[in-house]
């Protein structure tokens, strides 16, 4: 499917829009207040209800070398946190390439000053299900695993809190989402090394993702 094509509908500048910024921070602020109210409302539970489950640094903060146990585990979320939002991004790549022609090519960067990373498979075309599917995958996935791995590891409370730390980081996506399907008549999303470019239909059926032409 090709660009040209198709009729441009709208298109997002991640790093510069003053507007979707603005929706992203909101975003980002509703499900950190909320999700912290969840990861604590765990941690209650965990301790009255299976408090050998609880994460031992916890337990442990208020014996002898106790702080320091707690400054450990405070880092270790840290880390966590960071390496589950690489692993974001990683996710974000997987599907990229999984819905693009042979060839593709998928580059990551950053911007520092806005505090974000990203993926980006420039140029290519991918339907509206298959834009949709790629935004949402690392929200579901990274956290889902975040939770299990807590738990796995015996650091349940840990888990939580990184979850609702990598989530509080997934609202640039959800404020894709949110444009996506508040338009009906975008059928197509262009990933772009600016963020990302909606089309609709213009005398072309359905088609999966394609490689843009110059």
């Not at 997002?12 to 003053?18: K, L, N, R, Y």
């Not at 880092?75 to 966590?80: D, F, K, L, P, Q």
């Not at 140029?123 to 509206?128: A, F, H, L």
């Amino acid at each position: 499917m090709y660009a040209g094509t198709m009729r441009k509908i709208a298109d997002i500048h991640t790093f510069e829009d003053e507007s979707f910024l603005k929706t992203v921070t909101c975003l980002s602020v509703a499900a950190l207040v909320a999700g912290l109210l969840v990861a604590l409302a765990v941690a209650l539970g965990v301790a009255m209800c299976a408090p050998q489950l609880f994460d031992p640094e916890l337990t442990a903060m208020f014996d002898e070398g106790g702080f320091l146990r707690f400054l450990a585990w405070l880092v270790g979320v840290s880390a966590a946190t960071m390496l589950s939002l690489g692993v974001h991004e990683l996710v974000h790549a997987v599907f990229f390439k999984a819905y693009a022609p042979a060839g593709a090519h998928v580059t990551f960067g950053a911007n520092w000053k806005l505090g974000m990373l990203y993926a980006c498979a420039e140029g290519i075309v991918y339907t509206r299900r298959q834009y949709l599917v790629i935004a949402l995958a690392p929200s579901i996935a990274v956290t889902a695993l975040c939770l299990v791995l807590g738990f796995v590891l015996g650091h349940p409370v840990a888990g939580s809190f990184v979850a609702v730390l990598h989530l509080s980081g997934c609202s640039g996506d959800w404020a894709y989402v949110r444009e996506i399907t508040g338009d009906p008549a975008i059928t197509h999303c262009e990933d772009t090394d600016y963020g990302v470019c909606f089309y609709g239909e213009d005398a072309c059926g359905e088609g999966d993702g394609g490689k843009v032409d110059a």
